[in-house]
């Protein structure tokens, strides 16, 4: 081909030039005997030009139909004075082909749908004719912003001094917090690879065998129930450093995010990213990944609830529990109709109801008024900071489905009242999480982020004591950007009795620890430096940043949430052969 440019490259300044461009026939029409065709290419479109006095080439135009391949060679133009189109990039000149200047290089049955960022076709028909919906410009710039982004987190890391290091994805099965997928071993009957997760142990090991800083863009794989911001296989920018702690990995993040934030957008990064405590995010937004950009924090009632005559409120106080809400600034004009609403909503979260109170000139208006002191009602008022005309909502439950209810609550009314800034990036890092949370049904302590996260060194007594371990805190943090977590990491434990201690207190035993890390136990006896890490979501952090709201409009071949690959109806069945040679039989 002697394409000598692309379609959306051309400008005015191009006028007079002989060019070759090759594309798709984006659409046809015929003004008066002249035909008028739209040409689009990755670049974008251009409108090019067919005169009837060139009858061989306006002739072969007729012919021509949506999707078309063709390339087309001739003269750019200047558009008459009128003429010009303002929406596109190149509105302001038309290629006139020559009278040989079209070749149509492929026909094209009629696409089942339209090319354009205005298709009205469901997802399942774009995801079935995949090859299609990538051809359409909202598409197009998704993959272009992933492109960008990839090039500045590999550029930056780069100029920081790490090392792009690829680590294997037939591995050793390891409970990570999700199910694994499983690959038969043919060649060791019985056994199975199994496709990582994530590149945690390996990432780890590359420290101990001195790389000292290592990244990659990598391929993750977690067989688990699926959603909008979920895939079965999904692509993270992972990286770990040596002779760090947290602040040195949290400020290569920043400044690796930073420069692909300010790549991707064309803004300058809203930084240095401000710090929180988990504690503090859950008792002001009721979740770990809150969004600071707009206010309806979590107001804790429970001590004004503790001795009020509303047993609903007191009970939960007294049982543990406690008495959250949220003010909703003039929300007193909600109708009872929309409070009997969320009322129902949020008990399909689990929350046994939903209590609430305007407040007027008279003072607090709801059916629970009655229950309460004067003197309560004004608490309640002041703690919420409550006007006149402004609307409280509370939740009375144990502790984490209260921070739960409200902190949906909270984005789901400040959704619905159109709250949220728009065009507007905030981000934060969390630090300080739990490291151990209680498992009632299990009766065990687990992980609250995974098992080789170091705590405070301070808090090495309390785990050798096996007592009050809600208070152990972990080494760990977590980068959100406007209440969506991002990525994550930690420092890592980096001495293998350390490692053992905390495999114990998980009451994994040491038979099935060395069966499922022993690789990495034994390398941790071998003067393994300290070290820590993160791991940011690739497609969560193109997604965000586009606009969309699924990441499967970020990922070339994406799976429907069933895990079902539409374009290709993976997965399916194997021949009989295929399993005979694999030693497997199906049940059924």
Same mark, same amino acid.
């Given at each position: 081909?002697? #394409? ?21 026939? =984006? ?47 001739? #003269? ?32 094209? +049955? ?17 995801? #079935? ?11 197009? +710039? ?38 694994? !997928? ?27 065998? *001195? ?113 959250? *809400? ?7 004009? !909600? ?37 309460? &002191? ?19 909502? !509370? ?54 982020? =995974? ?23 972990? #080494? ?20 293998? &009795? ?32 300290? =070290? *820590? ?51 497997? +039989?199906?049940?059924?």
């Amino acid at each position: 081909m002697k #394409r000598t440019s692309y379609c959306g490259e051309l400008s005015k300044k191009d006028a007079g030039k002989s060019v070759t461009l090759c594309g798709w026939i =984006h659409s046809r029409r015929d003004h008066g005997g002249v035909l008028f065709c739209d040409l689009r290419d990755r670049t974008g479109l251009v409108q090019i030009v067919f005169k009837p006095e060139n009858k061989e080439v306006f002739q072969a135009a007729s012919t021509l139909g949506g999707e078309y391949v063709v390339q087309v060679s001739g #003269r750019v133009t200047e558009r008459p004075a009128g003429t010009q189109n303002k929406n596109i990039a190149t509105g302001e000149i038309e290629l006139e082909v020559d009278p040989a200047g079209l070749v149509i290089l492929n026909a094209s +049955k009629p696409p089942p749908f339209e090319i354009s960022e205005y298709s009205e076709a469901g997802e399942d028909v774009r995801l #079935r004719y995949r090859y299609l919906d990538l051809r359409r410009p909202t598409l197009q +710039k998704n993959m272009r912003m992933r492109h960008d982004i990839s090039q500045s987190f590999r550029q930056q890391l780069s100029k920081e001094g790490f090392l792009e290091i690829e680590t294997p994805f037939l591995t050793k099965s390891t409970p990570e917090g999700a199910r694994d !997928f499983l690959v038969p071993a043919r060649l060791s009957p019985g056994a199975f690879y199994a496709l990582p997760q994530s590149p945690q142990l390996f990432k780890q090991i590359l420290m101990v065998g *001195g790389y000292d800083k290592y990244f990659q863009i990598v391929r993750c794989f977690r067989d688990e129930d699926l959603r909008a911001d979920r895939q079965p296989e999904f692509t993270q920018v992972d990286l770990e450093m040596s002779f760090v702690d947290e602040k040195d990995v949290m400020g290569v993040v920043e400044r690796s995010v930073g420069e692909a934030f300010r790549v991707a957008t064309g803004q300058s990064f809203p930084g240095p990213v401000p710090h929180m405590t988990y504690d503090e995010a859950m008792n002001r937004y009721g979740t770990d990944a809150p969004d600071t950009r707009y206010g309806m924090e979590l107001v804790d009632f429970s001590a004004i609830a503790k001795t009020c005559g509303f047993q609903v409120f007191a009970k939960a106080v007294e049982a543990g529990g406690t008495v959250r *809400g949220i003010r909703v600034e003039k929300g007193a004009a !909600f109708s009872r109709k929309e409070l009997d609403e969320l009322t129902q909503w949020v008990n399909t979260l689990g929350a046994k109801g939903l209590a609430w109170m305007k407040w007027t000139a008279g003072g607090a208006d709801s059916p629970i008024a009655k229950f309460f &002191k004067p003197a309560e009602l004004e608490a309640i008022r002041s703690a919420a900071q409550a006007k006149e005309g402004d609307l409280t909502l !509370f939740v009375a439950d144990e502790a984490a489905l209260a921070f739960k209810v409200l902190g949906l609550l909270r984005r789901r009314l400040a959704e619905s009242l159109k709250r949220i800034p728009a065009g507007k990036w905030n981000f934060l890092w969390v630090e300080n999480f739990p490291s151990f949370e209680w498992d009632a049904d299990a009766e065990r302590w687990n992980a609250v982020h =995974h098992p080789f996260t170091a705590p405070y060194p301070e808090h090495w007594t309390i785990i050798r004591s096996g007592k009050e371990l809600d208070k152990v805190r972990a #080494r760990a943090y977590d980068l959100v950007l406007n209440g969506v977590e991002i990525g994550g990491g930690s420092i890592r434990i980096h001495e293998t &009795k350390n490692q053992e201690l905390i495999f114990d207190l998980l009451k994994i035993p040491k038979e099935t620890a060395r069966m499922q890390f022993g690789f990495l136990l034994e390398a941790l006896e071998y003067g393994a430096p300290p =070290h *820590g890490g993160f791991a940011l979501g690739l497609d969560r952090f193109v997604a965000l940043l586009s606009g969309e709201t699924s990441i499967r409009d970020v990922i070339a071949f994406p799976k429907t949430q069933k895990g079902v690959d539409l374009l290709s109806s993976a997965p399916s069945p194997v021949s009989d052969i295929q399993l005979r040679e694999l030693g497997i +039989k199906l049940s059924s």
